[in-house]
C-alpha cells in the first residue's frame, strides 16, 4: 500500500525548517528504500519446531511494479536463504549486509510499470532474538513458549519480523493483505494475526497440526507474529460484540480474563467513542513471560502486568488505532506511533480515573522529557540520535505523549478530538508522518501549527522563564525572560494559562502569550485584586521555571515591602520549628488574632493551612516567634506565607527533610 501523501503540507512543513530559529534540527530526509515496487500480498507457509527452535518454508511475495525493475530488495536477519524464483523461474540472490538486505538480481525478464509479479523464497534457520544486551526483537524461545517480537530495541534495522520471514522489512510498505500458514507439533497450538481460517489437527501421523491466520486489513511487516505454546483460549465479551481472544498458559487465565473484564474492554469501548471505529477484525492478547508489543490483532503481552495497576494491556490496544491502523512512515518518527499510545494512557486514567490522575500521568511524561538528556532529542529523528536507525529512546513515549497533551491545552478539548480523528481518518491502513499530522489538523480547524510543529515535534529543548510580575489595583503586568541557549535551541512562542489568586480563595485564569523573544510583557484585567498568581497552574507545558519568583509565591516586584520569614532550624528534619519575623511597631497580639502558616509546594499548590501551637514577642529581640508541628509533611521545599486576621504580613522559605 502507498503512503498516503500530504505533498504541500510536507512542503511547508520544510520550509516551516528552514526558517525557525531551532537549533540542531534533525534532517529532514527519508529512508532509501533502493525498491520501486509495491508490496500487495505475502502468503507463507512455516514449519516450527519448539524443541529444535528452528524456522523452515517459504513465502510468496507479490508485487506491484511501480517502474522499470530487473532486481529487487529484501531482508532477512538469522536465517538462510535457499532458493529465490521470480514468477516460477529461478533467480540469482546476493550476500545479505549486516542489517539483512539483499537483493534478488537475475530476473527472467524486465518489469515495467504496473506488471504483477511474484517472489517465492524458500528459506530455514534458527529462532534468534537481535543481538546486544535488551534483546527484545526476534525470535525467544522460552518459558516453554516459541514467539515473535516484531521490533528490537538494539537492532540498528528496528523491525524484526526479517528474523523469521523474508519479506521487505520496512513500515512504509504496507501488505494489503497476508496469509500465514504454521505447522508445529501437537505439543501446542499457533496464534497468530487476524482470523483463523484453517485448521488440521494431527496430520503427518498425528505428530502434527496446521493452522492458517488470514490478515485482511493492510500491515506493516514488524507488526506481524506468531506464537507456539501450550495456550489456553479465553474469549471475552464486549459491547462492541467484537471477537476478543486471549491466549495464555493455564496458571495466567484467572488474572488475564480479570485484566481484560476489568480494564481493557472499557478502554477499548472508550477508545472506539474517541479515536473512530475499532479498525480490524478481531482483539487479541497472547500473554508472554517477556515484553509487549502491539502486533495487529494479536497483541504480546507480558505476565508480569496481569495483576497490577500498569496500563501497558491499554497502551498496547491503543496502538491498535496508533501504529497498527495508521502507521508512522519510518522510523525516524516512531513518536506517531509511541507518543499517542502514551498519550492514551493519560486520556485512560482521566476517563477512569478522574482529571487528577490525568494530571499526574502527564506530569510524569513531562519530567520524563525534562531528564536524562532527552529534551536534547526532537521527536522527527530520534531513533537516529544513539545509533544509526536504533529504536525507540524514551523522547518518542513521554515526550511525545507530553506535546500531545500540550496541543490539547492549547487547542481545547473540541478542536483537538476533532483534529485527531481527521488524522486517523485520512491517514487509515496507510501511513504518515509528522507533516501529514500538521497537514490534516491545520486544514481540519483552519488553525496554523507552524511554531507548534516546529519547536516541539522537530525541534530540541524547552523554555527556561524568570517570571515577574507587578499589579496596580486588579491590573496585572507580567514579564517572561527566557533563559535558555538561545542559539542552540531559540526562543519559543506559546500560549500559557496564567492564574490570579487571593489568599481568601478566589481565582482567576487569563492566556497570555510567551511569544519568540527573549523577553516578553504581557497584562490583563483582573476583577479583583489578585495576592499572587501562578504560571501555568496545571503543569501542562514542558518548561523549567528560573529565578526567586516561584509559582504561587508573591512577586518580588510588589509595591508592598513584605517582611521575611525565617524559619529555624532550616533546613530541618525537626518534629517542630520556628518562624519568627521583624516585629513592626504597631503590631500587637490579642485573644481574637487568628494567626495562620500557608504552605505551598513548587508547583504553587497549597498544601498546608497551619495555626501556630504558640506565638511569642520579645521586645528585646525585636523578633515575633511562632511555634508549629512538622507532623505529615512530605520531604521537599516549601514556600510560606504568614497571615494576620487574612493581612500578609511575611513571607519566607525553607527546606523539610525526613
Known sequence: MIRFSHILVAFVGMMILSETSQGQLAPLVRLNQMKSYDVKSYKATIWLDRKQNTISGWVEMNVLSMGEITEIVQHAKFIEIDSVFVDDAPATFLTPDSDGMYKVVGFPGQYHNGSNFTVKTYYHGKGMVEEGTNKWGGVHNEGNMMFAMGVGFNAPYVSCTRHWLPCFDEPDDKADSVTLRFFADTSGIVVSNGLLTGYLAGTDGGKTNFYEWKITHPIATYLLTFAFGPFQKLSIKNPLNIPFDVYSFAKDTAKARTLMEKRVVKALVYFDSLFGEYPFEKVGYVIAPIGSMEHQTMITLVNSVLDTNNTTAVHELAHQWWGDKTTCFDFNEPWLNEGFATYSEALFQERFSGEKAYWQTQHSNIASALTKGQDTISLFGAPYYTHPRNNYPPVIYNKGAAVLGMLRYTLGDANFFTGLRAYGKYTAYSNATTEDFQGIVED???????????????????????????????????????TQDSVRIGFFRQPIIVEARTFGGKSERHEVLLDTLRISEASFQNSFIPDSIVFDPDGAIIKKLNGAVKLGAISSFEPEKIPELRFVPNPSNATHMIAQHAMPSAMSISSDTQTRLLLYDTQGNEVRKITPESEKMDSGTQLVQYFFSTEGLESGTYFALLMLNDKLIAKGQFVFTK
Open 444 to 482: 481540519t480547524l483552519m488553525r496554523d501549527l507552524r511554531y507548534f510543529v516546529a519547536e516541539w515535534m522537530f525541534g530540541i529543548g524547552h523554555p527556561a522563564i524568570t517570571v515577574t510580575w507587578s499589579k496596580h489595583d486588579s491590573t496585572v503586568r507580567l514579564q517572561m525572560l527566557q
